[in-house]
C-alpha cells in the first residue's frame, strides 16, 4: 500500500522555467493539500481540494497552480519559478477534514 | 503572530527521560493532531484528539480545552524518538489545518 507518492523527490531550476509536481494517492480520500514547509516556519498550505474536480486557495497560493482532474491525483504547477520558491513541498489526503492526513515524503526543490 | 504556539523550540534530553511537549492555541478548535517529522523528512500523523487523553504505545497526547492546550509526552525516551514534532489545529467547519513551527527533540544514548 504506496499512501501517498510524490514525484519527484528533488529537481533544480532556474529562475524562469516551469514545472508540475505530481502526487498520487491510493486510499480513496476525497481531500488533498499541497503545502511548503521553509526553515522556522510551519508547514503553510498552498491550495488544496476537497474532491474531483475541485480546487481552492491557501494561505500562499501566489506563484502556483493545481489541478485535481482525476480523484487519486492532484498536480502542483509553477509556471515561472522564483528563488523564494526554494522550499520542500508536501503533498497530504484525508478522507475528510476531520480526519488525520496523511502525507507523502517531501520534494526539495531548489530555484537558482 | 501564529495561533498555535509550541514549546519548547529545541530539546535535549537523556535516554530514559520523561519528556514533555506543548502546544497552546488562541481560539476554539474542532481537534488537534500531533504530527512526527523524521530526519530526512516523512511526516507522520500520531494523535488527533478533541478531548481528554489518547494513548499510543509510550506516546501519550492529552488535551484541556478550556485553557486551549495540548501536550505530548514520551515515557521511556529513546534516540529513535528524535524527531520533530508538529502541533496543528483545525476549526469547525474548516477543512484546513494551522500548524505550530515544531519541537526538536533529540535524545542522548
Known amino acids: 500500500n504506496a499512501g501517498v507518492t510524490q514525484t519527484p523527490k528533488f529537481r533544480v531550476l532556474k529562475t524562469g522555467q516551469s514545472m508540475t509536481l505530481l502526487c498520487a494517492q491510493d486510499m480513496n480520500h476525497e481531500y488533498m493539500y499541497w503545502y511548503r514547509q521553509d526553515p522556522g516556519m510551519g508547514l503553510r498550505l498552498i491550495h488544496y481540494?476537497?474532491?474531483?474536480?475541485?480546487?481552492a486557495k491557501g494561505e500562499v497560493p501566489d506563484g502556483y497552480n493545481v489541478s485535481r482532474l482525476k480523484k487519486q491525483n492532484f498536480l502542483l504547477g509553477l509556471e515561472s519559478a522564483a528563488p523564494s520558491q526554494t522550499s520542500v513541498y508536501f503533498c497530504a489526503s484525508s478522507g475528510d477534514g476531520n480526519q488525520p492526513q496523511h502525507f507523502g515524503d517531501g520534494t526539495r526543490l531548489s530555484i537558482l | 503572530k501564529n495561533e498555535v504556539e509550541q514549546s519548547p523550540q529545541n530539546l535535549t534530553a537523556q535516554e530514559g527521560e520523561f519528556i514533555t511537549i506543548n502546544c497552546s492555541y488562541s481560539v476554539g478548535i474542532s481537534a488537534l493532531h500531533w504530527l512526527q517529522q523524521h530526519p530526512g523528512g516523512g511526516i507522520v500523523s500520531l494523535f488527533m484528539l478533541s478531548s481528554g487523553k489518547k494513548k499510543h504505545g509510550r506516546l501519550i497526547a492529552t488535551i484541556n480545552i478550556q485553557e486551549k492546550h495540548s501536550s505530548l509526552h514520551i515515557t521511556a525516551s529513546h534516540p529513535r524518538d528524535s524527531a520533530v514534532y508538529i502541533c496543528a489545529v483545525s476549526y469547525f467547519g474548516n477543512e484546513k489545518l494551522t500548524f505550530g513551527t515544531g519541537t526538536r527533540l533529540t535524545i542522548i544514548p
Open positions: 481540494s476537497v474532491g474531483e474536480g475541485t480546487t
